[in-house]
């Protein structure tokens, strides 16, 4: 039995396979004329074009021009050209079957793991990447969970032979659990309300130790290189400010929190330490607005398909609340808010918001390059400017409306396959009823 159950668990996993080719790089300049340019960080460009060479963004322009012999041109004319979405704290590539263990790779052994690497664990094989490359997101900041500090997040290219390929930032900032702060008095709740305060007393105590074992790391590891290295504690150090509070955090801590207090808590930690703090989740983030403004705190969004969180809010308050965090001045980005298996749907999570006051501009850029500058990546992602990667799509009409279709996609310049296993079916059924002749 325990044989069959091991050829069942192989079968099943290596059925989650994407069989697609990767694109080769880009061997031609290419340019896109006739189409409709937004470059999201400036003008749009009706019609306008796009030079790219070598992976990177050469020209952007309104109108057309002519183009030298070598140069591919790539008519556009009636399509829409835009930087491509970025899914900020998803699973893609480390999770494939919720039922199939060996294919849930998030979440590491042990409650404090900052050494972990999410990028590590990605399988540039699953079959979900091309479902969401399929309606434009071409990129995704990959979020480790479990535990109290899971490990790090890691921003990913959707297309490559290997996770290495598909690494933008393999360590893009250190993930967070930050602790409830007041106990759940739901009927679902099975501890007590004292179980509860001494776990979240304890999940607070083992952050404060292990910031101050890594500060006092710091300090002895600039006293003495020749210190024994921890590899723990060393990974620690790339969210940490120099030695003295002299030189900024190179990288965001993600502190994954969504009530008032905990939001509070996490944003006065993260300043009593010099921490570079982007809130993670946010749902309450309107409420202490200028404390986050205060100390520049970002806030992604755990998206707006949600219901509301307590019995008497307004049945609109998760469609509301990114204008709300617009309007107080926030810097804040979207996610879908959806299982990895369904993330082609973060363009309609900006759009439900967009339907409930948010200007569709900025809608636009909550999960583009508002996503991009929360990650530490703008310099490459997010917006149609030159000098940056040639990661962007063609499609037919506004992406935020469901019926819109993505037409090409290339992701550092190299033309990627949209096809994917829904595709690869619709098209499978679709013959079945020709060969009846029910369709031509």
């Known amino acids: 039995m325990r044989i069959l159950a091991l050829l069942v668990l192989l079968a099943t996993t290596a059925l989650a396979q994407d ?7 880009q061997r031609e300049a290419i340019a896109l004329v006739h189409a409709t340019i937004h470059t999201v960080s400036g003008e749009t460009h009706a019609p306008g074009y796009l030079l790219f060479d070598k992976g990177r963004i050469v020209e952007v322009g309104a109108g057309s021009r ?22 900020a704290n998803t699973q893609l590539g480390i999770t494939e079957i919720g039922a199939v263990r060996a294919s849930r790779d998030f979440n590491e052994v042990g409650g404090v793991t900052p050494e972990v690497r999410a990028a590590i664990a990605v399988n540039p094989d699953s079959t979900l990447l091309p479902v969401a490359r399929s309606n434009g997101v071409l990129a995704a900041a990959v979020f480790p969970s479990g535990g109290t500090i899971p490990g ?12 290495e390929e598909m690494a933008l930032r393999d360590d893009a900032g250190l993930v967070v659990q930050w602790p409830l702060a007041r106990p759940i008095r739901a009927r ?5 309300e004292e179980e509860q305060v001494e776990a979240m007393r304890k999940g607070l105590e083992r952050i404060q130790e292990i910031f101050a074992r890594a500060e006092a790391y710091r300090d002895a590891r600039a006293a003495d290189a020749a210190l024994p290295v921890d590899i723990r504690l060393e990974a620690m150090l790339r969210v940490l400010p120099g030695r003295g509070g002299a030189s900024p955090a190179p990288l965001p801590v993600f502190f994954q929190a969504q009530e008032y207090d905990q939001i509070v808590s996490a944003v006065s930690f993260a300043a009593a330490r010099g921490l570079r703090a982007v809130i993670v989740g946010g749902r309450d983030a309107p409420l202490c607005a200028d404390l986050l403004k205060r100390h520049d705190v970002g806030v992604i969004l755990q998206g707006t398909i949600v219901l509301p969180r307590r019995a008497d809010s307004d049945y609109d308050e998760p469609f509301r609340l990114p204008a709300r965090l617009q309007a107080a001045g926030v810097r804040w980005c979207l996610t879908s808010g959806e299982e990895p298996a369904h993330e082609r749907n973060l363009p309609y999570s900006a759009a439900l918001a967009v339907a409930h006051g948010l200007d569709r501009e900025t809608a636009i850029r909550s999960i583009t390059l508002s996503v991009a500058e929360l990650l530490g990546v703008a310099g490459d992602l997010g917006s149609l400017e030159p000098g940056k990667s040639a990661t962007l799509f063609l499609c037919d009409g506004d992406p935020l409306e469901i019926p819109t279709r993505v037409v090409r996609a290339f992701i550092e310049g190299r033309e990627v396959d949209l096809s994917n296993k829904q595709t690869v079916l619709y098209e499978k059924y679709r013959e079945k009823y020709r060969q009846a002749g029910l369709l031509r």
């Open 19 to 25: 069989l697609g080719k990767k694109a080769p790089p």
């Open 66 to 87: 002519e183009f030298p012999e070598g140069v591919r041109v790539v008519d556009g004319t009636g399509l829409h050209a835009y930087p491509g979405f970025i899914a």
């Open 152 to 163: 790090r997040a890691s921003v990913l290219r959707l297309e490559g032979w290997t996770w």
């Open 188 to 192: 679902w709740m099975s501890r007590s």
